[in-house]
């Protein structure tokens, strides 16, 4: 079943959001040629203690960090601990999430480290994140949740190829829907599979973390023996963003934006639903 949530409801995920963004704020400026992937779940701890909220990722089936970090050909999943140096031209992929008063937030962005990045990695990242922004666009009222889908896998496919030859959409992970829980019904897939059907209609209250993970190679992944650590098949390099976004009477809310989505929708042509933290 999908939880449907109140205006009040929203609000606080909202509040939970926010932290979440702060959280991405405080890591980026840590996510430096020589920092630890520890020392930007430290970083991440602070946040959290800072805003009274808890970690929705530490524990949650035994994962022992506050925040994934995926470096390089880790699609998902990294463990942050003191051994994993940056190193200047990596590139990062830091999910995390919050929770204030039981509602939960969750996002992912990718960070390049230092300099010297190519441009196809650079393209990289920009597709994946304009991807996730056309699937947030695609959160509408009468909508399904297939029309999320293949907002996301047109955008990808519409793009030039990359040198490697292919964008490898992965199949293995998706988003999923949030709220009193970070990880609820429906399972949202970053493809389209006509096998699932349509999926079920957004209407207000409607809450979903869309999230596409997108290789410069390979769909195919696998899990190291730590049990989390996901990684590409063939070594190529992935990008991962994700927003928590919310479907009001008004529109799209995008809970975990510092400005609940307003400029980048409006480049899309959307009006963001007005956000309950405003002159807060």
């Given at each position: 079943m999908v939880e449907i949530k109140t205006p009040e409801q929203i609000a606080k995920m909202r509040e939970a959001g926010?932290?979440?963004?702060?959280?991405?704020?405080?890591?980026?400026?840590?996510?430096?040629?020589g920092a630890t992937t520890k020392?930007?779940?430290?970083?991440?701890?602070?946040?959290?203690?800072?805003?009274?909220?808890?970690?929705?990722?530490?524990?949650?089936?035994?994962?022992?960090?506050?925040?994934?970090?995926?470096?390089?050909?880790?699609?998902?999943?990294?463990?942050p601990d003191a051994e994993t140096v940056l190193r200047?031209?990596?590139?990062?992929?830091?999910?995390?999430?919050?929770?204030?008063?039981?509602?939960?937030?969750?996002?992912?962005?990718?960070?390049?480290v230092g300099s010297g990045h190519s441009a196809e990695l650079v393209e990289l990242s920009r597709v994946t994140e304009e991807s996730m922004w056309a699937g947030i666009a695609a959160v509408a009222k009468g909508n399904r949740l297939v029309d999320i889908s293949k907002a996301i896998e047109g955008y990808i496919r519409r793009q030039?190829?990359?040198?490697?030859?292919?964008?490898?959409?992965?199949?293995?992970?998706?988003?999923?829907?949030i709220g009193s829980q970070m990880h609820m019904d429906p399972h949202l897939l970053n493809y389209v599979d006509r096998k699932r059907g349509r999926g079920p209609k957004l209407v207000p209250g409607f809450c979903i973390a869309i999230e596409p993970m997108v290789n410069l190679g390979t769909a195919k992944t696998h899990v190291l023996d730590d049990?989390?650590?996901?990684?590409?098949?063939?070594?190529s390099w992935s990008s991962h963003w994700e927003h928590s976004v919310a479907l009001t009477e008004d529109?799209?809310?995008?809970?975990?934006?510092?400005?609940?989505?307003?400029?980048?929708?409006?480049?899309?042509g959307i009006t963001a639903a007005p956000d309950p933290a405003a002159g807060a």
């Open positions: 926010l932290v979440v963004a702060a959280i991405h704020a405080a890591t980026r400026e840590v996510a430096v040629p020392d930007l779940d430290d970083a991440a701890r602070k946040v959290l203690a800072e805003h009274g909220a808890k970690s929705n990722f530490l524990g949650y089936g035994g994962f022992p960090a506050t925040i994934c970090t995926s470096v390089n050909d880790v699609v998902v999943h990294g463990i200047d031209g990596d590139i990062i992929s830091i999910d995390c999430g919050a929770i204030i008063d039981g509602w939960h937030g969750d996002a992912a962005y990718t960070a390049f030039p190829r990359p040198a490697s030859g292919k964008y490898g959409i992965v199949e293995d992970y998706g988003g999923h829907g049990d989390w650590t996901v990684k590409s098949n063939d070594g529109g799209p809310l995008v809970l975990t934006a510092p400005d609940g989505g307003k400029a980048k929708l409006a480049e899309l």
